[in-house]
């Protein structure tokens, strides 16, 4: 069990195979109405969450818990889970979210010309899109996520298990013209503008770890857009109730294996567990971190060394192992934590013998052998385009077209859900120990009323002028007080 909240919120690309249907940012629309207008898998936001990017009616919270919307910066469906308190809830939730989009194509009549894909670049246009991953901090420890140091190498590094994969790569460059363009079509983005740069296909490069690690260019930033980061420091949400201090991870990467996922975001949660505790490793530090994320991400010879700020060089897996033996503090907790330090452990030795043995483990190496194999096989260059269009297919979420689907059958990919029967429940119910199971049971509730004049927030509802229930206590599932107020609704 987790020792804090975890939520992951996923921006999906969208193909759109049959022009009649419209532009992409019309589709997907379309499907975002379908989700709340005509089948109301939840309550679409009455008002504006944010001026700037969630104006009134751009989505909603879901019966889950979580939320789906569109982000007006590129358009695009996003879907954040519910507060998650364990591993499997996180990939639970998480796979909830692509079974909802495929849900909503299959009503439209729309599976065949739509799909949607969680990777996160544009190989041809240059953009990269997230996934961002959430986590509540002690307060009294990290008042506001500061002090945050010690995160840095082990996020850096994370990405030889983590990462997603990459055919080819992107350079920044100096000529602005295609963002430019960019922003005559997202004006908002004028308001959030560090610099201006071009990105270009960088043909030097053939498979790397990670997809988003030639954009990054801060250890930690307020903005996201152009000034992507490792850390973008959060609070809990727009009425602040709670007063609870969010971490805000930019560098992650979409996981279609269930077993890189749960890697991800339980290494990261015992490394935020050490951290609290005042136990991190120390003399750790980088260099150069953001210049070493992408060597590492680059790096053809798979030997991933990163040169510390008192000039030693050191291996990403070492980096690793320090955090390891750290976190072998809590061995005995529960046995979600026992599993967890033994295949991160697993996971660092096969990466050290042979990462070619983590094909049924690990995204970005199950990506990289599909893609070779068919490159040698085609007798192909790197920088041939059937391998992007590889790259982007293995990301389909949709099991009856995506490549990653097909891996799976043919060889096998370890699973952390027992079966697709929990993935169905995590889209109809809210997860247990959160405060989402509250959200979860009002906006199932209200559905079926006759209210209109309501905000729902994270951590809070208002119905009315006057009824109001704040959740400022993201630990509490408040069955008594859902209780109460649905009473008074009715």
Not at 4 to 21: A, H, K, M, N, Q
Not at 412 to 433: N, W
Request: charged content about 30%; proline content about 4%; overall charge negative.
């Amino acid at each position: 069990m987790l020792h804090r909240i975890v939520g992951i919120e996923t921006e999906f690309g969208c193909f759109v195979r049959d022009p009649s249907l419209g532009k992409p940012e019309e589709v997907v629309e379309r499907i975002k109405d379908q989700a709340f207008r005509d089948r109301r898998w939840g309550l679409i936001d009455r008002y504006a969450r944010d001026a700037f990017f969630e104006p009134a009616e751009a989505g909603g919270f879901l019966i889950n818990g979580g939320r789906l919307y569109i982000d007006v910066v590129g358009s695009h469906l996003e879907y954040a889970t519910p507060e998650c308190l364990s591993l499997k809830d996180v990939v639970a939730y998480d796979r909830a979210g692509q079974r909802l989009l495929l849900q909503l194509l299959d009503e439209l009549g729309w599976r065949e010309s739509v799909s949607f894909h969680n990777n996160n670049v544009d190989h041809y246009g240059g953009h990269t899109f997230g996934c961002h991953e959430n986590y509540s901090l002690s307060p009294e420890t990290h008042p506001y996520g500061r002090e945050l140091a010690p995160l840095v190498p082990f996020l850096v590094t994370r990405q030889i298990f983590a990462g997603a994969g990459r055919v080819g790569g992107h350079r920044l460059t100096s000529d602005p013209r295609r963002m430019v363009r960019d922003l005559s079509r997202h004006r908002v983005d004028y308001a959030f503008l560090d610099q201006i740069y071009g990105v270009e296909p960088d043909p030097t490069i053939e498979f790397q770890l990670s997809q988003r690690a030639d954009h990054i260019l801060y250890v930690a930033s307020g903005r996201v857009r152009f000034s992507r980061a490792l850390i973008n420091p959060k609070w809990d949400s727009f009425q602040d109730a709670s007063h609870a201090p969010r971490l805000h991870i930019l560098f992650g990467e979409s996981n279609l294996s269930e077993y890189a996922e749960h890697l991800k975001i339980g290494t990261t949660a015992l490394v935020l567990d050490l951290l609290e505790e005042g136990l991190a490793p120390q003399e750790l530090e980088m260099a150069h971190p953001i210049r070493t994320l992408r060597e590492i991400s680059r790096d053809p010879s798979w030997h991933w060394l990163a040169r510390l700020e008192d000039g030693r060089t050191i291996r990403a897996v070492d980096v690793q192992r320090r955090y390891l033996e750290a976190a072998q503090r809590f061995r005995g907790e529960d046995a979600e934590t026992d599993h967890l330090l033994e295949e991160w452990e697993a996971v660092l030795d096969a990466l050290e013998r042979d990462p070619l043995e983590l094909a049924d483990r690990l995204d970005w190496v199950a990506k990289y052998r599909m893609v070779d194999l068919y490159r040698q096989t085609e007798g192909l260059d790197w920088n041939d385009q059937a391998l992007h269009s590889l790259d982007l297919e293995y990301h389909n979420i949709d099991p009856e077209q995506g490549l990653y689907y097909a891996v799976a059958e043919t060889e096998g990919m370890r699973r952390i859900l027992g079966s697709d029967a929990e993935i169905e429940a995590a889209l109809l119910h809210g997860p247990g120990g959160t405060r989402a199971q509250a959200r979860a049971r009002l906006v199932q509730s209200l559905r079926s009323l006759p209210i209109r004049d309501y905000l729902i927030e994270w951590d809070g509802i208002t119905v009315g002028a006057k009824r109001a229930l704040i959740f400022d206590d993201p630990f509490e599932t408040y069955d008594r007080q859902v209780d109460r107020f649905l009473s008074l609704l009715k």
